[in-house]
């Protein structure tokens, strides 16, 4: 068992995969021809999951692909295309991960151990997640048909973590699809739904994969068995939330994510529509640019951290507090690796404090350029309040306003911007966090802080990593490469007909069905 499996699974699990999901329909038979509409917040820049850190790609192509592991509802690993949970050498360094038999792909062909293995290198090269784990492979290679054995240069905590995280995800696909050059030839998973049809922006179709083969065991979380109840899942995007409220309350969708706190209300009261909350769920961030421009600054950046007041951020993107939390510590109260002294610096919140800063970095007036998106509403307006805290401070703001598709393509562009707006999902290890990993935009690096990572990334004592965890945090708060705004929890809806659904993070439709 890996360390954070046990911290994780009694403190956050029954909490976030337990969310509310308030729906008094009775059962009714399933439609065996059913199509199920999602409005999603925009077209998603790609499919291919490995390449992006997205939770849009991440919740559509989890339905079509498929990781060795997964998470269970607590939080656990949990065996999904490999047979079990890999068996692992005295000295850390060696995994050997036994894959399920009969596992099938799409395109046809079952899965073998010279697929893992290609599909696991192509994860080290294109992945954010895979690119961190890269220089701490020796090998990765096929023992027999059905065994895969990697072995580590040195003990390494968080793999199998990120071996069974589903964005920037180490997915299994054929050998022959894999093109050197880095694009899938083809689209084809082993997931409980393979892709039919994709017209950007207007839909992309998923239809029930017959062929399929799941895990067994109980449905628990993102592991267990999967069964594909629905026809067919179609994913629309609907970049703004006041228009996927509507056409949820409508009848068009029978699921609708991320929506306004607001309109809690008006969810609640409506015939045949579920609201969906769930909690804990992640944190808003502003992301700067430490490579380039003015924020390279660490100077500039600390004042922007006094500038800001993240309560009212917060208020002014949810409304209700009943909806978020302001909380410096990146692991909120109840989880394992929170820590409230180590994020102090999140309280200062002071404009004078920020306009002495601004004015010992020797700040210009340069404009500060900040990307945000609304079809993210909540992010939108966060990012508004956040305009005018720098402003007071003395800052000069230029605020670009992209679709999120744009904003994700952009923010690869070390010199075309300074900080954007956008947020994380909570992850049960510290180490998925994206702005970690130094190839992540943002690309927070220093000698203090690869030392404090790969600190605590090799220590496999869970209270000594709590510790080393702490100075992690630390060092995030001196050299500031982003902000934590809070904590919050989102807010969909589902059709009273969508029976089985089970709020999570990032939206999955196996083991539901659409009734009469």
Do not use: C
């Not at 038979?29 to 390449?51: F, K, M, R, Y």
């Not at 068996?87 to 010279?114: C, K, M, Q, W």
């Not at 000698?447 to 945090?473: C, D, I, S, T, Y």
């Amino acid at each position: 068992m890996t360390p954070f499996r046990s911290l994780f699974a009694s403190a956050v699990g029954a909490m976030l995969f337990g969310a509310a999901a308030i729906s008094g329909a009775p059962a009714a038979a399933q439609t065996p021809a059913s199509v199920v509409t999602v409005a999603t917040i925009g077209e998603p820049p790609t499919l291919d999951p490995v390449g992006v850190t997205s939770d849009l790609v991440s919740i559509i192509t989890q339905h079509v692909f498929e990781t060795l592991f997964t998470f269970d509802k607590d939080w656990n690993l949990t065996p999904l295309v490999a047979a079990a949970l890999p068996e692992t050498s005295a000295d850390g360094r060696t995994y050997t991960i036994p894959l399920r038999s009969g596992v099938a792909f799409h395109g046809g062909g079952n899965v073998t151990a010279e697929d893992v293995v290609a599909s696991l290198e192509r994860w080290t090269r294109l992945s954010p997640r895979g690119k961190t784990t890269a220089p701490l492979i020796e090998s990765i290679r096929a023992k027999d048909a059905s065994t895969v054995v990697i072995t580590l240069k040195e003990p390494f905590a968080p793999l199998t973590a990120l071996l069974a995280m589903n964005n920037g995800a180490a997915v299994v696909v054929p050998k022959a699809n894999i093109d050197a050059s880095g694009p899938l030839k083809a689209l084809a998973g082993t997931g409980p739904y393979r892709l039919l049809e994709h017209k950007p922006d207007q839909y992309i179709r998923l239809v029930r994969f017959d062929g399929y083969a799941s895990p067994a065991g109980p449905a628990s979380g993102y592991g267990g068995a999967r069964a594909a109840k629905i026809g067919e899942v179609r994913f629309v995007p609907v970049p703004n939330a006041t228009t996927r409220v509507e056409g949820m309350l409508a009848g068009q969708f029978q699921f609708a994510d991320s929506l306004p706190a607001e309109m809690l209300g008006r969810i609640k009261d409506a015939p045949g529509v579920t609201p969906v909350v769930v909690k804990p769920y992640g944190f808003p961030l502003m992301i700067m640019n430490t490579k380039t421009g003015v924020l390279a600054n660490t100077a500039l950046r600390r004042a922007v951290l006094a500038a800001l007041t993240p309560n009212d951020m917060m208020l002014a993107a949810f409304g209700d507090p009943a909806f978020f939390a302001p909380e410096g510590s990146i692991y909120g109260p109840g989880t394992p690796y929170h820590d409230a002294a180590s994020a102090k610096p999140y309280t200062e919140n002071d404009p004078a404090v920020a306009a002495d800063r601004l004015k010992a970095a020797g700040y210009k007036g340069e404009p500060v350029r900040i990307m945000t998106s609304t079809q993210y509403d909540f992010l939108y307006k966060m990012s508004l309040v956040a305009q005018a805290n720098l402003q007071q401070a003395g800052f000069t703001v230029d605020l670009q306003v992209l679709d999120w598709a744009t904003l994700l393509q952009r923010r690869g562009d070390e010199k075309g911007w300074d900080a954007f707006f956008t947020y994380h999902t909570f992850v049960p290890e510290p180490s998925l966090i994206t702005f970690l990993n130094p190839s992540y935009p943002g690309w927070w690096d220093s000698p203090e802080k690869r030392a404090a990572l790969a600190a605590f990334n090799g220590e496999m004592e869970p209270n000594a990593r709590k510790a080393k965890w702490v100075e992690l945090q630390k060092r995030f708060y001196a050299e500031v490469p982003t902000v934590k705004i809070g904590d919050f929890y989102n807010l969909a809806a589902s059709s009273g007909r969508l029976k089985g659904y089970t709020p999570t993070p990032w939206p999955f439709f196996w083991n539901t069905e659409l009734a009469d």
